[in-house]
């Protein structure tokens, strides 16, 4: 998120020559969560696939990856906040990773949209899969789980080693294993959270993307 401070007078942001108070860069991850394929005419035409953002402007809506089930995806402006979403075919399981480029505090844009014969869109929030993480800090969350265990593990033998029971050295059993249950429970959320997205979506990392 890129925004212009009144203190920064020397400050300028343009999207396509056009001057902007405030630039945010969105990925939206947009799959179909069941079995059944959809058809470009299966989408209610009175309430088609639109992504917006409310009281901000949305500059731009663009697909950046998709899987081999969602085919002819595209996004066209129809005024300052709200995108279409259109696309030829889509199988279940299958979907796009768009990006977002906006002017709102917002990272999470409004879906709506009606299919028929299937649920309405059901959006999960902000979802971590560190998209836009440097290369150091991908890899550190790869290899967080792995230095969650080795810390829980080593907690516990020293534990077990040093025979600690409760009494006032169980202080010094707790500050033996406290880091690796910190870490544990940490690579644990991050996970699970990924895990919402199918395994062919949660590929996409920032590679696509220049660094």
């Known amino acids: 998120m890129i925004e212009k401070r009144d203190t920064v007078d020397a400050l300028s942001i343009t999207h396509q020559g056009s001057d902007v108070e405030r ?7 947009l799959w179909n969560g069941g079995r059944k394929a959809i058809r470009s005419n299966d ?4 309430n088609p696939l639109k992504a917006s953002f409310p009281d901000a402007k949305l500059l731009q809506l663009a697909v950046v990856h998709s899987t081999d089930g969602a085919i002819g995806f595209r996004a066209k402006p129809l005024e300052d906040s709200t995108w279409l979403i259109e696309f030829d075919h889509w199988e279940g ?18 879906m709506t949209g009606s299919v028929d014969g299937l649920q309405p869109i059901h959006p999960l929030g902000r979802i971590d899969n560190g998209s836009f993480l440097s290369k150091r800090r991908r890899t550190l969350r790869r290899w967080l789980p792995a230095a969650a265990f080795m810390t829980f593990g080593g907690g516990v033998w020293a534990v077990t080693a040093l025979n600690l029971r409760f009494d006032p050295q169980s202080v010094m059993a707790f500050a033996l294993v406290a880091p690796g249950e910190f870490l ?5 959320a991050v996970g699970l959270n990924a895990l919402w997205l199918p395994k062919e979506l949660r590929r996409f990392t920032r590679r696509s993307t220049p660094d």
């Open 93 to 110: 399981r299958h979907g796009v990773v768009l990006e977002a480029l906006h002017t709102s505090t917002r990272v999470v844009p409004k």
């Open 23 to 29: 630039l945010t860069r969105s990925h939206i991850w």
């Open 43 to 46: 989408v209610i035409p009175s």
């Open 184 to 188: 544990l429970i940490l690579s644990f």
